[in-house]
């Protein structure tokens, strides 16, 4: 069995998108969700110490009990749950990839953005 992780943002609509993208572009069986309203938000501002305690120990599991191949974040169009403009999104994706770095050094996040038209993007 093969696994990959992601931070996704709770709303349905970006749910099979990234999920396909990642089993394509990593051929893995699976994708763990870890599943947030607005995570990126949630993991950039940590304000929310319990929530993103839990985030961080749901990725632990995933890694160390189903030797992910690696873990995306992911932020998106329409975001009810982190309603800002794209290049805020775009700036709060780094931030959440810098706390996931310090946290997992071994890791490299991979960023990803959702388009209105439920498109997945690599963002650099």
Same mark, same amino acid.
């Given at each position: 069995?093969?696994?990959?992780?992601?931070?996704?943002?709770?709303?349905?609509?970006?749910?099979?998108?990234?999920?396909?993208?990642?089993?394509?572009?990593?051929?893995?069986?699976?994708?763990?969700?870890?599943?947030?309203?607005?995570?990126?938000?949630?993991?950039?501002? @940590?304000?929310?110490?319990?929530? $993103? +305690?839990?985030?961080?120990?749901?990725? &632990?599991?995933?890694?160390? *009990?189903?030797?992910? %191949?690696?873990?995306?974040?992911?932020?998106?169009? @329409?975001?009810?749950?982190?309603? $800002? +403009?794209?290049?805020?999104?775009?700036? &709060?994706?780094?931030?959440? *990839?810098?706390?996931? %770095?310090?946290?997992?050094?071994?890791?490299?996040?991979?960023?990803?953005?959702?388009?209105?038209?439920?498109?997945?993007?690599?963002?650099?």
């Amino acid at each position: 069995m093969s696994f990959y992780t992601v931070i996704n943002c709770m709303d349905g609509r970006v749910q099979l998108p990234v999920i396909n993208y990642l089993i394509k572009r990593f051929q893995v069986q699976y994708v763990d969700s870890i599943t947030e309203p607005g995570p990126i938000r949630i993991l950039s501002e @940590d304000n929310d110490k319990e929530t $993103v +305690a839990s985030i961080l120990k749901r990725l &632990q599991i995933s890694i160390e *009990r189903h030797n992910s %191949k690696g873990v995306a974040i992911v932020g998106h169009y @329409d975001c009810a749950g982190n309603p $800002v +403009a794209k290049d805020e999104q775009l700036k &709060q994706l780094r931030k959440a *990839r810098s706390i996931l %770095k310090q946290n997992f050094p071994d890791l490299e996040p991979l960023m990803l953005w959702v388009d209105k038209n439920w498109q997945v993007h690599q963002v650099t």
